[in-house]
């Protein structure tokens, strides 16, 4: 199992967004979003990466995709985001049978529910006020084909993690996965961090997520 140790940092002593996002910068835990886990059908790869910390109260993700040809078509929340150029986390608190995704486009635009199993479960309509989200896209040309490079910063309070107010990030462990998507992007591709061994794209497989473990 693939296991990411995420530092305890002070971020939410700064006030600004790129204050914080250079934190985490400087100060996060990075993992490599590379695992093509359905080669045959699906083998694009992209550089993708993802810094990650906590404060005892948010975690913090910073997302950052090089050479993509982005397609975004949704525009509100609970929308399908994964159908376009997407970053997603799903995690499971430990003894919980249920887990949670959040799932965002290169706008930000974001998707989060309570599962029990794909298909069946509740949108956290409750919890999308206090989730931040702050995204850049730089268009360029890469051997005279139109790409982009695109970032997204995700603050999320650990009640939408499904945490209680009175308790800390601090010495959790957490069961994760970290993914990079786009079903109906010009060139469709499932990127994982932690590796999924089913027969067709699937990220809502709990058996197969990594472990963090928050300082």
């Known amino acids: 199992m693939k296991t990411l140790h995420v530092p305890n940092q002070t971020i939410a002593q700064y006030e600004t967004v790129f204050d914080k996002i250079k934190m985490i910068l400087e100060a996060g835990a990075e993992a490599a979003i590379d695992q093509v886990n359905w080669k045959e059908e699906f083998p ?17 993700l910073y997302y950052t995709v090089t050479g993509e040809a982005v397609r975004v078509a949704n525009y509100t929340d609970f929308g399908s985001v994964w159908e376009d150029s ?14 949670r995704n959040f799932e965002c ?19 956290q309509t409750d919890m999308m006020p206090s989730i931040s989200r702050f995204g850049t896209v730089q268009h360029r040309y890469e051997e005279g084909k139109e790409v982009s490079d695109w ?20 010495g959790q462990k957490i069961r994760a996965n ?5 079903d109906k992007t010009p060139e469709p ?20 997520f ?3 473990e928050l300082e």
């Open 86 to 99: 997407c970053v997603e986390f799903f995690m499971q608190r430990e003894g919980e049978a249920i887990y």
């Open 44 to 60: 694009k790869s992209l550089p993708v990466t993802v810094r990650v910390a906590h404060d005892g109260e948010r975690l913090y």
């Open 151 to 170: 970032t997204m910063y995700l603050e999320i309070p650990k009640e939408a993690l499904g945490f209680a107010s009175h308790e800390s990030l601090s």
């Open 105 to 123: 486009n290169a706008l930000g635009v974001l998707l989060s529910r309570r599962n029990e199993a794909r298909g069946k479960g509740e949108s």
């Open 189 to 208: 591709h499932y990127l994982s961090w932690s590796p999924i061994d089913l027969p067709e794209p699937n990220f809502h497989a709990p058996r197969y």
């Open 178 to 182: 970290f993914y990079k998507c786009g």
């Open 210 to 212: 990594g472990l963090l």
